[in-house]
């Protein structure tokens, strides 16, 4: 992936939105979409989409957008913490 590529609503973020494929979800609302990693690199690892903004990475999202992401990755990390009790 590069920093220059363009969207595409091909993209396997896009299609989970879309319910196209399977996600376990640990949060939704209007915004924002949180669902566990399929390849976890450790307990609770999870990922935070966009779901109103078609862009590449977070240097694309707009700052709305990705005020809404870091809101919900704050909500969803400390629900994460206080149900694994993870070390540091």
Do not use: W
């Not at 920093?3 to 973020?13: A, K, P, R, V």
């Not at 809101?71 to 149900?83: E, L, M, N």
């Amino acid at each position: 992936m590069s920093l220059d590529e363009t969207y595409s609503d091909q993209n396997i973020f896009a299609k989970i939105i879309r319910g196209e494929l399977p996600k376990v979800a640990v949060y939704e609302d209007a915004a924002t979409l949180a669902f566990m990693d399929v390849f976890p690199q450790s307990e609770g690892h999870t990922l935070v989409i966009s779901k109103t903004a078609q862009a590449v990475n977070l240097l694309d999202l707009p700052t709305e957008a990705l005020s809404d992401v870091m809101k919900t990755a704050q909500t969803v990390s400390q629900a994460i913490v206080q149900a694994l009790k993870p070390d540091g």
